[in-house]
């Protein structure tokens, strides 16, 4: 981004929405380039869906819990922010329960031979997620990390609608919807049919997964370092039609306040610049 400037050369006034993993990447490359930037977030909470919990001396993530290796611009950063030492190489093996409590365990590296083995779910719908294959195979080229808007087409359905109809509801309740939810963080019926495929591409192609060894949270933290932030307190709002400039200054005249340097609790972040 070191090339986006104003026609005077100076540093340009930029706005980011939200604090999530996307948009801390947004703001921290913009703010590297030398640019000013607010970044606002409607929750209470920086990090978006990467929501880190130490309870009675364990870590509990209730967002994300891996970083696959095909996040290369995810990763970048986490080791320019100085976290490149939090990064460890993460369990590949998912366990699901059945009805009666009982652990399946699946192993990503090999997930097609314990797709066969698996009591988990019937022999009819094995064959029904079979169609999980052909459909990556169909839109493999168009399946790409950073830029899922190539997979517009099937922009219109949630990933549960997408799972229901194509390998009905048993095969989705018991396999589909508990991998959208430990891959993506998040209900399926909030995330388009995209993600659905994209997160059974990642089983299909080898590659290594990392975790952060003190949480994902963590990087929300490290990322906002070199920001100020501030609280929009009580305040949900929504971008109205414009440029950046008068969206940015739309938004900040919410009711916001400086926050502690030690305090990520909030939400309106802009660089200290």
């Known amino acids: 981004m070191s090339e986006l400037t104003s026609d005077t050369g100076a540093a340009l006034h930029m706005a980011v929405i939200g604090t999530g993993p996307a948009g801390l990447g947004a703001a921290w490359r913009l703010h590297k380039a030398g640019h000013r930037v607010k970044l606002f977030e409607r929750n209470g909470q920086l990090g978006g869906r990467m929501r880190t919990q130490h309870i009675d001396g364990f870590q509990i993530e209730d967002g994300p819990t891996q970083i696959a290796g095909s996040y290369t611009r995810f990763l970048s950063i986490v080791k320019e922010s100085g976290l490149g030492d939090q990064l460890i190489p993460a369990s590949?093996?998912?366990?699901?329960?059945?009805?009666?409590?009982?652990?399946?365990?699946?192993?990503?590296?090999?997930?097609?031979?314990?797709?066969?083995?698996?009591?988990?779910?019937?022999?009819?719908?094995?064959?029904?997620?079979?169609?999980?294959?052909?459909?990556?195979?169909?839109?493999?080229?168009?399946?790409?990390?950073?830029?899922?808007?190539?997979?517009?087409?099937?922009?219109?359905?949630?990933?549960?609608?997408?799972?229901?109809?194509?390998?009905?509801?048993?095969?989705?309740?018991?396999?589909?919807?508990?991998?959208?939810?430990?891959?993506?963080?998040?209900?399926?019926?909030?995330?388009?049919?995209?993600?659905?495929?994209?997160?059974?591409?990642?089983?299909?192609?080898?590659?290594?997964?990392?975790?952060?060894?003190?949480?994902?949270?963590?990087?929300?933290?490290?990322?906002?370092?070199?920001?100020?932030?501030?609280?929009?307190?009580?305040?949900?709002?929504?971008?109205?039609?414009?440029?950046?400039?008068?969206?940015?200054?739309?938004?900040?005249a919410g009711r916001t306040c400086e926050l502690p340097r030690e305090g990520h609790d909030a939400a309106g972040i802009e660089s200290a610049r």
């Not at 066969?116 to 019937?122: C, G, M, V």
């Open 92 to 252: 590949t093996v998912l366990g699901m329960l059945d009805e009666n409590g009982r652990c399946h365990d699946f192993e990503v590296a090999k997930i097609h031979r314990d797709m066969a083995r698996t009591k988990l779910i019937s022999f009819k719908e094995k064959l029904d997620l079979a169609r999980i294959t052909l459909d990556v195979v169909k839109h493999r080229a168009k399946l790409d990390v950073e830029d899922l808007s190539k997979m517009a087409e099937l922009d219109h359905m949630s990933a549960e609608q997408y799972g229901r109809k194509r390998f009905g509801h048993g095969a989705y309740e018991n396999f589909v919807d508990p991998v959208i939810r430990g891959f993506v963080g998040t209900a399926p019926n909030t995330v388009s049919a995209s993600d659905l495929l994209w997160v059974f591409a990642a089983f299909m192609k080898i590659q290594k997964y990392y975790a952060l060894k003190d949480g994902m949270q963590i990087y929300a933290e490290m990322a906002c370092k070199p920001l100020r932030v501030w609280q929009i307190r009580g305040h949900t709002f929504f971008v109205p039609t414009g440029t950046i400039e008068a969206d940015s200054k739309a938004l900040h």
